[in-house]
C-alpha cells in the first residue's frame, strides 16, 4: 500500500509539472513561486525542529556504547566507542557522521534449518548507505556552479575530479550515476526483502522515489536530452540573487527536476531525512560516558517542598512518646527553655 501509494504520488507531480508547463503556462509559478516557498519552509521548518530537540531535556546521560568504559588505570579504555571527554565523543560522532561506523558493524540474522540462529557479514547496506550519501554530497555541492557566478574554485575542483571521465568529448559525472545506482539498491533492498518491506511505509519509499525520479531527471538532462543552460544558469542566478526572471527557452524536463527538488528540500524538515540535523542533537552520540566522574544534573528537577524527619518529630513528638515510640529527642531541652522563658 506505501509503495503503490508512493508510485502514484511521485508520477502525479511529475506530471502536474509537465501540464502545468505545457498546457497552462504556469511557469513563472514552478521556476520563481514554488523555489522560493520551498527554501523558506525548509529554512524555518528545519530550523524550528532543531530548536525543539535543543530545547528538550535530557534526564539521564544514556551515551550508546560498544566497549569499555574508562575505570581503574590498569583497564584499556575504548575511547571511541565508550567516550569519556569530549574528544572522544568528537571522533565518535565523526566517524559516524563520515563513515557510518555503527552500521559497518551491521551483521544479519536468520536461521537455519528452521532452528540454529546465525549472523552472517552484512555490509552492502552500508557501503550503499555510503555511497548514496556522498554521491549526494557531491552532486549538490557541484551544483553550485550554477547558482554562483563566479564559480568558487573549490567548486570546479570536485568537477574536474568528478567528470574525469569523458565519453565523445562530453565528461561523465561518476557520482551522479553512483547516486542513481545507489538510490535504487535501497529501494530494491526495501522491496526485495520481506522483513524490511514489513516494516516499510510511504514514510520510506516516497523519499527513494522522489530522490531516484531526481537523479534520473537530471541524467536525462545531462546525456540524452539537451536543456539551455544559459537560460538555466540565468533563471538559477536570478533566484539566488533575489531578482528573478523566467527565461525563454527553458524546457519542461527541467522544471520537473526543479520541482521535485523543491518538493524534496520543503519535505525534509517534517521527514525522516531530518537526521541529516537529529544526528548531532541525540543524547545516545553526543553525551560522554562519564557518569561515574562527573554528576549529571536531571533538567527536570525542580524545588520540592520537604518535611525532614526532624520537623516530623517536632510536629509528633507528644503523640510518638505516648505511644512509646523511640525519639532523637525528647523535647527536655525545649520545655526546658519554654519554662525560663
Not at 539521564?60 to 572522544?88: E, H, M, V, Y
Not at 544479519?108 to 552484512?122: F, H, M, N, P, S
Request: aromatic share 14%.
Amino acid at each position: 500500500m506505501g509503495l503503490t501509494f508512493s508510485l502514484l504520488l511521485v508520477a502525479a507531480l511529475i506530471l502536474a509539472v509537465f501540464l502545468g508547463v505545457e498546457a497552462l503556462g504556469l511557469s513563472f509559478l514552478f521556476a520563481i513561486v514554488i523555489p522560493y516557498l520551498a527554501i523558506a519552509t525548509f529554512i524555518i521548518g528545519f530550523i524550528l525542529r532543531v530548536v525543539k530537540w535543543g530545547k528538550t531535556p535530557v534526564p539521564f546521560r544514556i551515551p550508546t556504547t560498544c566497549g569499555q568504559q574508562k575505570s581503574l588505570p590498569w583497564i584499556k579504555q575504548n575511547k571511541i566507542d565508550n567516550p569519556f571527554s569530549t574528544a572522544g565523543v568528537v571522533a565518535r560522532m565523526a566517524l559516524e557522521v563520515l563513515f557510518f561506523r555503527s552500521l559497518f558493524r551491521n551483521t544479519k540474522a536468520e536461521l537455519v534449518d528452521g532452528e540454529r540462529l546465525t549472523y552472517q557479514w552484512e555490509k552492502w547496506l552500508w557501503l550503499g548507505g555510503l555511497i548514496f550519501h556522498w554521491s549526494m554530497l557531491i552532486v549538490v555541492t557541484r551544483h553550485l556552479r550554477i547558482f554562483l557566478d563566479p564559480v568558487p574554485g573549490f567548486v570546479r575542483i570536485i568537477e574536474k575530479f568528478d567528470g574525469f571521465f569523458t565519453v565523445d568529448l562530453q565528461n561523465v559525472y561518476i557520482t551522479g550515476i553512483l547516486l542513481l545506482a545507489a538510490v535504487t539498491f535501497l529501494f530494491i533492498r526495501r522491496v526485495v526483502i520481506p522483513q524490511v518491506r514489513y516494516i516499510s511505509f510511504a514514510a520510506d519509499y516516497f523519499p527513494l522515489l522522489l530522490i531516484g525520479s531526481i537523479a534520473a531527471s537530471g541524467i536525462l538532462m545531462k546525456y540524452f536530452f539537451r536543456v539551455d543552460l544559459v537560460a538555466i544558469k540565468e533563471l538559477t542566478v536570478g533566484l539566488f540573487s533575489f531578482s528573478p526572471v523566467v527565461p525563454q527557452g527553458v524546457s519542461a524536463l527541467f522544471y520537473i527536476h526543479l520541482f521535485l527538488v523543491c518538493v524534496l528540500i520543503s519535505y525534509i524538515p517534517f521527514s525522516k531525512i531530518m537526521h541529516m540535523g537529529g544526528i548531532f542533537l541525540s543524547p545516545t552520540r553526543n553525551m560522554a560516558n562519564n557518569s561515574r566522574a562527573v554528576r549529571h544534573i536531571n533538567p527536570w528537577n525542580y524545588p520540592v517542598k520537604v518535611h525532614t524527619y526532624e520537623e516530623y518529630e517536632n510536629e509528633f513528638r507528644d503523640k510518638m512518646r505516648a505511644v512509646g515510640l523511640p525519639l532523637e529527642k525528647d523535647g527536655s531541652e525545649k520545655e526546658a527553655a519554654a519554662a525560663k522563658e
